[in-house]
């Protein structure tokens, strides 16, 4: 990769993350000590999601208009990049699309879901490691300055237990959660940690509420909102102090993450615990169904 720059390329532009990363990349640029992180070409892609159809037009548009080069097909996207974010909204493509750029033996962030199931997370991984192509998946909560600060924090002292909270539409076509339920269980992991044993899920048409058990009897939930307040947020059980905290939307926190790894090709959160969240979800989707906790498998 050039010392002077790092050649990104976006595949699937059906969501407003691939012209929110651009322009952030670009307005990171003046201040980046190192290689320069330069979206130049993207790939609409898209699914069969009215979503994804919906959006497609409109982005890739933005997209033109903030300089990128717009191909037809991953392969002239992977001629032209060093490095590769597969930004696609449906999960259920992201298997087959990271294929081919670990294939190819580009580096490769995968926005959030990882993949629409455990079986195709597996499978993603095994990939990665045949290659040996660096891979990371994550939403941007995993990187929100506010929730960093609360670990490790002698004033709050060791975390026994904590609680998130945000929206969770449940769009037709997405399995359970995978949409943007995530967000808020991505938040969980990045305080409780991994480990979770098992999950049970209470539901209505207004809101879901998921309580984990992990290791030492401690407790994870998170509540998914489709009414009232639409906030992110969360509260913090501590050995020495609660607090409750907002969540904006940390966009530049993980674009600054993806930027270090693009550089260094160290993920900076292992695919086996994006792969564990699927699983907290999926057990979650089975308790929906049985009203009792289901293991993570």
């Known amino acids: 990769m050039s010392s002077q720059s790092i050649k990104v390329g976006m595949v699937g532009l059906d969501t407003s993350h691939a012209v929110e990363f651009t322009r952030i ?102 990939l990665s490691n045949e290659h040996s192509v660096p891979c990371f998946s994550a939403s941007c909560f995993r990187f929100s300055s506010n929730l960093l600060d609360t670990i490790d924090n002698s004033e709050i002292g060791e975390i026994i237990s904590a609680e998130t909270w945000g929206p969770c539409h449940l769009p037709t076509g997405v399995p359970d959660l995978f949409f943007y339920g995530l967000h808020g269980i991505e938040a969980l992991y990045t305080l409780m940690g991994s480990g979770c044993q098992e999950v049970v899920r209470t539901h209505t048409a207004k809101a879901d509420v998921m309580s984990g058990i992990w290791p030492n009897d401690r407790i994870g939930t998170y ?8 906030d992110f947020g969360a509260t913090v059980f501590g050995s020495k102090r609660t607090v409750t905290i907002e969540l904006g939307i940390p966009y530049r926190e993980l674009c600054t993450a993806i930027a270090n790894f693009f550089r260094s090709g160290i993920a900076p959160v292992p695919l086996q615990e994006t792969i564990e969240m699927l699983q907290f979800m999926e057990a979650a989707n089975r308790s929906k169904q049985t009203g009792t906790p289901n293991p993570l498998l």
């Open 25 to 126: 990349f670009q307005q990171l640029e003046a201040t980046q000590p190192d290689a320069v992180i330069k979206v130049v070409a993207g790939f609409p892609g898209g699914s069969d999601l009215p979503i994804s159809q919906q959006r497609v037009p409109e982005f890739t548009t933005q997209m033109k208009e903030l300089g990128v080069e717009i191909v037809h097909d991953i392969d002239s996207l992977l001629d032209r990049v060093d490095a590769l974010m597969l930004e696609s909204v449906d999960g259920e493509v992201h298997l087959e699309q990271a294929q081919q750029v670990m294939s190819a033996g580009k580096p490769i962030f995968i926005d959030k879901p990882l993949a629409n199931s455990v079986d195709a997370a597996f499978e993603i991984l095994r």
């Open 223 to 230: 509540r998914g909102l489709r009414g009232g307040s639409l």
